[in-house]
């Protein structure tokens, strides 16, 4: 490539927050933004006209190969359906397969408006090999489960330090994160271990926390202290810390969630499908300001990735959870959706300096006419509503098509087959 050469996309008479504005990128950051933008020579142009300028959004907690286990014993008891059914199909996992079953889960969530996913699974130089390739950015996370056996995370943990080798050369989209699998599954010498690699390194920590009792009660019987305090203490509660799930987290752990300046992510249709019961208590979550973001969770609990689906969701269960039509109104529950209040998460606003990471939504389709569109986003529209998705300055959809989608979901197919899935 042509260093010299800088790559400038334009988009020209998009409708943002009811004005005709252009929007020009240069080399993947947004330098002007406004009515009066005009597209440079040689620039990439897209003629804006019936779209409607919006972030991206954000999917904070997900599996991503799991697509490729989609509908796989569905309606199960969650111990039969693991043991009979995902278990050991993923035993037989490869890197093509993990590659594939993410490039689907890519062509899925590019379809559908997000511009950037945490990951958490197996075969983590795959999944980064798909996220660049498909050009989404992606924290990729290094997995670690032990059973709560220390003996056996040795090789783990160097299997986890040889992957960031990996990824490092994956370009600047993607980045890497620990994802010790959770505090019921690591044991308390492994998440030490995170601990410290993730201060050294600079490097953030996903896990999850919180998803269903009895981690609670099992945290109290072999630590003698809550799930909250007992990671605080192992100096697992950071800036660098993404909590996914969080139903059963109390106040006082919101309270030192927030004083730790970590990040929780909730999963409301992955929560609603394994009935874990309990609603994320989002209200108070941000009563005591944590930073929240929303994830879909993996495609085996949900089953899809399409985050405008899940925002919805969330906005409900939250009205109903407070007994209150006025609770987390449009705009808040899409700044959830986009991490604009989970900083840690990445997202981009749409603002002059930011990533150029952004989507062109079609105003026009029955789903979000007439008006009023961050309301019908968040509670009408389909994640098919995007025509144009951009990451870093580059067009990975236009016209609602992503170009290999066709080859990538015959690819995901064979492998689901080869899996014994079909
Ligand atoms: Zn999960």
């Known amino acids: 490539m042509n260093a010299s050469a800088a790559h400038g996309l334009t988009v020209r008479g998009a409708v943002l927050d009811g004005v005709e504005v252009g929007l020009r990128a240069v080399d993947g950051t947004v330098v002007a933004l406004g009515p009066s933008v005009t597209a440079e020579p040689g620039d990439e142009v897209i003629a804006g006209s019936g779209l409607a300028l919006v972030a991206g959004l954000v999917n904070g907690h997900t599996h991503a190969a799991m697509t490729l286990f989609r509908g796989f014993g569905g309606d199960l008891p969650l111990m039969e359906w693991l043991e009979s059914k995902i278990w050991p199909a993923e035993a037989r ?103 410290e690699e993730s201060a050294v390194r600079q490097l953030p920590v996903h896990i999850h926390f919180l998803e269903v009792e009895s981690e609670v009660t099992g945290c109290i019987e072999r630590a003698g202290t809550r799930p909250g305090p007992y990671l605080d203490r192992l100096g697992l509660l950071t800036e660098r810390t993404v909590l996914a799930h969080g139903c059963w987290m109390e106040e006082a752990e919101f309270e030192l969630a927030a004083a730790r300046g970590a990040t929780v992510v909730t999963n409301p249709v992955s929560n609603l499908k394994l009935a874990v019961g309990r609603i994320f208590p989002y209200a108070v979550a941000r009563h005591h300001r944590v930073a929240v973001g929303l994830g879909t969770d993996g495609a085996s609990s949900n089953n899809g990735l399409d985050m405008l689906q899940d925002v919805k969701v969330f906005a409900l269960l939250q009205k109903y959870a407070a007994n209150d039509p006025a609770a987390v109104p449009a705009e808040e529950a899409w700044q959830v959706a986009t991490g604009g209040l989970a900083p840690a998460l990445g997202g981009a606003p749409l603002a002059v300096g930011a990533a150029a990471d952004f989507l062109l939504v079609r105003v026009d389709d029955p789903e979000v006419a007439p008006g009023y569109l961050t309301d019908n986003l968040v509670y009408s529209a389909p994640g098919t509503v995007v025509d144009t998705t951009v990451v870093d300055g580059r067009v990975l959809m236009s016209g609602g098509v992503v170009p290999d989608a066709d080859e990538v979901v015959a690819k995901a197919r064979e492998a689901a087959r080869r899996l014994g899935v079909l």
């Open 93 to 195: 996992l490869t890197d093509d397969d993990v590659y594939w079953g993410t490039r689907l889960a890519c062509a899925e969530m590019i379809r559908t408006g997000t511009v950037r996913f945490w990951d958490m699974y197996w075969h983590p130089a795959a999944v980064a090999r798909a996220a660049q390739d498909a050009g989404i950015r992606a924290t990729v996370g290094l997995p670690l489960i032990d059973g709560m056996d220390p003996a056996r995370s040795t090789k783990l943990r160097a299997e986890a330090i040889e992957s960031l080798d990996e990824l490092a050369v994956c370009g600047p989209r993607i980045g890497a994160s620990f994802t010790p699998h959770g505090i019921y599954t690591v044991s308390e010498e492994s998440l030490s271990w995170v601990a």
